[in-house]
Antibody, heavy 118, light 107 residues
């Protein structure tokens, strides 16, 4: 069974940092691009970042570029999101998701809540 | 950035009725268009990818169509569990973008 399990969320102060992790199982992790998608309370979905299966290429939304870094450790089947210089508007549930060929994120984790507040 | 505009914002229908949800892109997304369903407190679930392909385990009452800039998700006969929020998403150009969602509610 394909599973994604996020961790690392919590309360951070404005300007602070957090590192999210996403542990993958049930599929060949290194063969799939992965994304982070967030959802602010009561709002819609916002794509944050993506990384290819090899980790060679990364992509970011303008809203997080220069502050967030996506990475992966294929030996540990784990995806990461390093979040620096956090702002109140980064408050959201953060999901990791696995990408199938073409358009489509076919497996999502349960999400981890990040709250940025003083 | 490609903007996806979903309509209507809210759709009120009864079980057994047909639902038609629209997603319009600000420029062509080719066939890189997906649809998701999200229920309260849950992660999104992929329904349709690449315009018309049903994801694994998705019932046949869900279908996708369209091309270029105009796309439709159709639910042929609504079941009680289908009342949720639906999002479209494109991967034609970076950044990946989502529509703002259509809330499908029970009439």
């Amino acid at each position: 069974e394909v599973q994604l399990l996020e961790s690392g969320g919590g309360l951070a102060q404005p300007g602070g940092s957090l590192r999210l992790s996403c542990a993958a199982s049930g599929f060949t992790f290194s063969s799939y691009a992965m994304s982070w998608v967030r959802q602010a309370p009561g709002k819609g979905l916002e794509w944050v970042s993506a990384i290819t299966g090899s980790g060679d290429s990364t992509y970011y939304a303008d809203s997080v570029k220069g502050r967030f870094t996506i990475s992966r450790d294929n030996s540990k089947n784990t995806l990461y999101l390093q979040m620096n210089s956090l702002r109140a508007e980064d408050t959201a549930v953060y999901y990791c998701a696995k990408r199938i060929a073409g358009a489509g994120l076919d497996c999502w984790g349960q999400g981890t809540l990040v709250t940025v507040s003083s | 950035e490609i903007v996806l505009t979903q309509s209507p914002a809210t759709l009120s229908l009864s079980p057994g009725e047909r639902a038609t949800l629209s997603c319009r892109a600000s420029q062509s997304v080719s066939s890189y268009l997906a649809w998701y369903q999200q229920k309260p407190g849950q992660a999104p679930r992929l329904l349709i990818y690449d315009v018309f392909n049903r994801a694994t385990g998705i019932p046949a009452r869900f279908s996708g169509s369209g091309s270029g800039t105009d796309f439709t998700l159709t639910i042929s006969s609504l079941e009680p569990e289908d009342f949720a929020v639906y999002y479209c998403q494109q991967r034609s150009n970076w950044p990946i973008t989502f529509g703002q969602g259509t809330r499908l509610e029970i009439k």
